[in-house]
């Protein structure tokens, strides 16, 4: 059982439009990370959000943390071909700081 | 500032033989994972260090997995014997305390034929 459910699990889109990545969970978490990899490598962190509701924003990406800090999301603006990867999300609980990930959305940004 | 390092990137072997998959973490870093990744998948932990101690190895499969940390820093996670099912990424990770973001090397691709 995931602990961090990501929606949706995939997401083809024509560039210039916009997307949304979902991370859900029951739990709680201290703070919650974002990342992106692409073929072959590793995750690459995106950012970290640890207050309840906080929103951060990274150039044309949006990152929101749910006021209960158990969801966030990641909002692409005008995506651009070179966002295309999987997108990760994971969650830092506080009782055992244990580091656990969603399955990943894979996005494709079409030229 | 280097990064997380791995080696080898790359590992082919055939199943029932031995391999071992080394990490040097970021400079300071205190906390260090190890990950498993398979295709088109989120990362699931196998085994996290804090010092040289290992503090979640819950989820490594002991009969055949092992891992160590000796000194504190660098790290080593082998399979013995390897099955086809262990292909995937092998993923190291460190972080200044458990509480801090984690950072990545560029995986191990472990293949099993």
């Known amino acids: 059982t995931q602990l961090l459910e990501q929606s949706p699990q995939f997401l083809s889109i024509q560039e210039g439009e916009n997307l949304t990545v979902y991370c859900n969970s029951s739990?709680?978490?201290?703070?919650l990370q974002w990342y992106r990899q692409e073929p072959g490598e590793g995750p690459v962190l995106l950012v970290t959000?640890?207050?309840?509701?906080e929103v951060k924003k990274l150039k044309r990406l949006t990152f929101q943390f749910g006021d209960a800090r158990k969801d966030s999301s990641l909002h692409i603006t005008a995506a651009q071909p070179g966002d295309t990867g999987l997108y990760l999300c994971a969650g830092l609980r506080s009782n055992d700081y244990k580091l656990s990930f969603g399955a990943g959305t894979t996005v494709t940004v079409r030229a | 500032e280097a990064g997380v390092v791995q080696s080898p990137r790359y590992k082919i072997i055939e199943k029932k033989q031995p391999v071992a998959f080394w990490c040097n973490p970021i400079s300071g870093h205190n906390t260090l994972y190890w990950y498993l990744q398979n295709l088109g998948q989120g990362p699931e932990l196998l085994i996290r260090y804090e010092n040289e101690e290992a503090v979640d190895d819950s989820q490594l499969p002991k009969d055949r997995f092992s891992a160590e940390r000796l000194k504190g820093v660098d790290s080593t996670l082998k399979i013995q014997p390897a099955e086809l099912g262990d292909s995937a990424v092998y993923l190291c990770?460190?972080?200044?305390?458990?509480?801090?973001?984690?950072?990545f090397g560029q995986g191990t691709r472990l293949t099993v034929v």
């Open positions: 990770a460190s972080s200044q305390t458990p509480y801090t973001e984690a950072f």
């Open positions: 739990s709680v978490f201290s703070s």
């Open positions: 959000v640890v207050t309840g509701g």
